[in-house]
């Protein structure tokens, strides 16, 4: 009996341990976002002060371009760190206030509308910043080249399950649509080969489509 009463204390010391150390881990884990979050806040301030004193166009998209970069990965950790969960991110609000927020900056009369069409679907920490910085460049390369100064139009944003263990986004705007001559394999911007480097990193595939407007589908799988 002694024996026993000694095994269910032993069990529940190593249990209280076990709750102690997960605890610690938390908070050590919210501590890196938070800190990451903070630095990257730093850098984006540090890129819109060089925007600033900039005086070429091109070197001033470039500037204003990786600063939103930075912010986009900025506000995935500010959200895994308010979140209950660490390690997963709800992706239908986050893209929405995303892409809203590119759309606004480059288009503030409300010419361009956003509609998102995603369920509640969680992405893993590893997932959640390639894919985030896919809808950043494909959003801020629709309100580049997709619409003239005075048109008005669409973005449209949609994730679905492709299989168990996949997602598909999609991408697309009812613009002008893309040149007969282009080729995603072949185009050197800087913003399409981040696109493809992302993708990659993601393990997916890439797929685009012309018509009335631009279609740029991507198929991944969610690695924890």
């Known amino acids: 009996m002694l024996a026993v009463v000694r ?15 997960l605890q610690e881990k938390e908070i050590l884990l919210r501590e890196v976002h938070h800190r990451v ?3 990257l806040q730093v850098i984006s301030s540090l890129l819109d002060l060089q925007a600033g004193t900039a005086r070429n166009p091109e070197v001033l998209e470039v500037l204003r371009d990786s600063r939103q970069r ?3 990965m900025a506000s995935i950790h500010e959200r895994l760190y308010g979140s209950g969960g660490l390690s997963a991110l709800v992706l239908n609000g986050y893209l929405e206030e995303l892409a809203q927020a590119i759309v606004q900056a480059h288009r503030p009369d409300g010419t361009i509308a956003v509609r998102v069409d995603i369920p509640a679907i969680s ?10 910085l896919i809808v950043n460049e494909l959003v801020s390369n629709c309100m580049k080249h997709a619409f003239g100064r005075d ?6 944003i949609v994730v679905r399950p492709a299989d168990e263990d996949r997602l598909t986004l999609l991408v697309e705007d009812d613009g002008r649509g893309l040149p007969g001559d282009f080729d995603i394999g072949r185009v050197g911007s800087l913003g399409l080969t981040i696109l493809k480097v992302l993708v990659k ?24």
Do not use: C, H, W, Y
């Not at 095994?7 to 150390?21: G, M, T, Y």
């Not at 992405?123 to 985030?132: D, I, R, T």
């Not at 993601?202 to 799988?221: M, N």
């Open 151 to 156: 048109q008005r139009g669409r973005v449209r």
């Open 201 to 224: 990193q993601l393990g997916g595939t890439l797929e685009v489509q012309r018509g009335a407007g631009a279609s740029f589908r991507i198929a991944f799988a969610d690695r924890p």
């Open 7 to 21: 095994d269910v204390s032993a069990r529940r010391e190593a249990e209280q341990q076990l709750r102690i150390s």
């Open 37 to 39: 979050k903070n630095n």
């Open 70 to 72: 930075v912010m986009t």
């Open 123 to 132: 992405l893993s920490a590893n997932a959640a910043v390639p894919l985030g």
